[in-house]
Nanobody, 123 residues
């Protein structure tokens, strides 16, 4: 079992930055592909970014490419999401997730989820 706890969310003005963290416990993260997803009110949960177990391969949703950066520190068992140039459309609950399988953008492929952290971007 892997337990995931997100932190770092909050209220920020458009154009600002936030850094989300996801702390893992239970098992070391270096065997898992990790991802960030988000869910806005009345919308489905959507893929934001994922990173391979080694950190060498990353992928981003088109909507965040060039603005968000996913990274991981396996020694500290922590996943990060640096979010720059935030837009009101980025407002959502952000979730980190882990899968023992290959890198994937699909919600259903991830085995473990955190409880989420709220990000609100004001215009």
């Amino acid at each position: 079992q892997v337990q995931l706890v997100e932190s770092g969310g909050g209220l920020v003005q458009a154009g600002g930055s936030l850094r989300l963290s996801c702390a893992a416990s239970g098992r070391t993260l270096n065997r898992y592909t990790m991802g960030w997803f988000r869910q806005a009110p009345e919308k489905e949960r959507e893929f934001v970014a994922h990173i391979s177990w080694s950190g060498g391969i990353t992928r981003y949703a088109d909507s965040v490419k060039g603005r968000f950066t996913i990274s991981r520190h396996n020694t500290n068992n922590t996943l990060y999401l640096q979010m720059n140039s935030l837009e009101p459309e980025d407002t959502a609950v952000y979730y980190c997730a882990a899968t023992g399988g290959l890198s994937t953008v699909y919600v259903s492929d991830y085995d473990y989820w955190g409880q989420g952290t709220q990000v609100t971007v004001s215009s």
